[in-house]
């Protein structure tokens, strides 16, 4: 008689958050036209037959929502969206917020990731640089969101120095890491490295600023230079309930403090 071997399931250790902005009607996109046009091609009542079916269609821009720019956007002969390679897409990220001095047209600066490196290490190649501004409380509010144009943006000393420590990519809360009127150099400086770029990241409070990792998987579209993405977070359970201790203890220490 053949022995059974029993094998316990794995476990999946993480909590997993979504960063992603939901696709739908008057979002904000870059030229503030619709980007994103669902139609019902076929409703159940077109159907005779016993099962019925509602059949949707999308006319999309490929840079609308949270979205990824691949090195095509701006290099010509650059990797397209299909080509990018997953043990870059599935990395270890780390959260670089200045949500709290920001103003519309703040540029992240290399001092801001040296003071994030002081306090939580050296950025090491292969991680995602997630550029936390806040600006995405105004994703409900299309034109504040694209402001004509004018939102926190990243410095092109600040992504030149993030490509010198070797990151996986960069990713943003808002319309771009570039504000039109500097010009595109953290685009040109990103994608020209063979890097990519997300834009329109959300729910990125609950992102920690070091521990997690991100799973950045764009629509599979051949040539395409940008693609929409399902942006998730995952957070180890163990270091879950260790920022919740570390909250509780920061608080604990501000009661006792003065
Ligand atoms: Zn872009």
Same mark, same amino acid.
């Given at each position: 008689?053949?022995?059974? +071997? ?13 960063? +992603?902005?939901?696709? &739908? ?9 619709? $980007? ?8 159940? /009542?077109?159907?005779? $037959?016993?099962?019925?079916?509602r059949i949707n269609q999308l006319k999309i821009e490929n840079g609308i929502g949270t979205h990824v720019d691949a090195p095509a956007h701006c290099?010509? $002969? $650059? %990797?397209? #969206? =299909?080509?990018?390679?997953? &043990? ?10 200045? /949500? ?6 703040? /540029?992240?600066?290399? =001092? ?6 002081? &306090?939580?290490?050296? @950025?090491? =190649? ?26 926190? *943006?990243?410095?092109? &000393?600040?992504?030149?120095? %993030? ?12 319309? /771009? ?10 685009? +040109?400086? #990103? %994608? *020209? ?18 521990? *997690?990792?991100?799973? @950045? ?22 270091l879950s309930n260790n920022i919740r201790v570390m909250g509780f203890f920061k608080s604990l220490s501000s009661l006792f403090a003065n």
């Amino acid at each position: 008689m053949q022995k059974i +071997t029993r094998v316990a399931p794995p476990t999946f250790d993480f909590n997993i958050i979504d960063l +992603t902005h939901t696709l &739908e009607d008057n979002i904000p996109s870059f030229d503030l036209n619709c $980007g994103f046009v669902q139609e019902i091609k076929s409703d159940y /009542s077109d159907c005779t $037959g016993e099962v019925k079916f509602r059949i949707n269609q999308l006319k999309i821009e490929n840079g609308i929502g949270t979205h990824v720019d691949a090195p095509a956007h701006c290099i010509p $002969g $650059g %990797l397209s #969206i =299909e080509k990018l390679a997953f &043990e870059n897409l599935v990395v270890p990220c780390v959260v670089i917020d200045v /949500s709290k001095s920001v103003h519309e047209r703040y /540029s992240v600066s290399v =001092e801001d990731i040296k003071t994030f490196e002081k &306090e939580y290490g050296e @950025i090491t =190649e292969g991680q995602f640089v997630m550029i936390r501004t806040g600006w995405e409380m105004y994703w409900n509010d299309k034109e504040k969101y694209h402001n004509n144009y004018i939102f926190p *943006s990243i410095s092109k &000393e600040a992504s030149l120095y %993030l490509l010198e420590r070797g990151i996986a990519g960069i990713g943003i809360d808002t319309l /771009s890491p570039d504000r039109p009127e500097d010009g595109y150099p953290v685009h +040109t400086a #990103i %994608l *020209s490295s063979g890097k990519y770029i997300v834009e329109n990241a959300a729910n990125l409070q609950d992102l920690p600023i070091v521990g *997690s990792f991100i799973v @950045i998987l764009p629509l599979k579209i051949k040539d395409a230079t940008e693609a929409p993405v399902r942006l998730i977070g995952l957070i180890q359970k163990k270091l879950s309930n260790n920022i919740r201790v570390m909250g509780f203890f920061k608080s604990l220490s501000s009661l006792f403090a003065n």
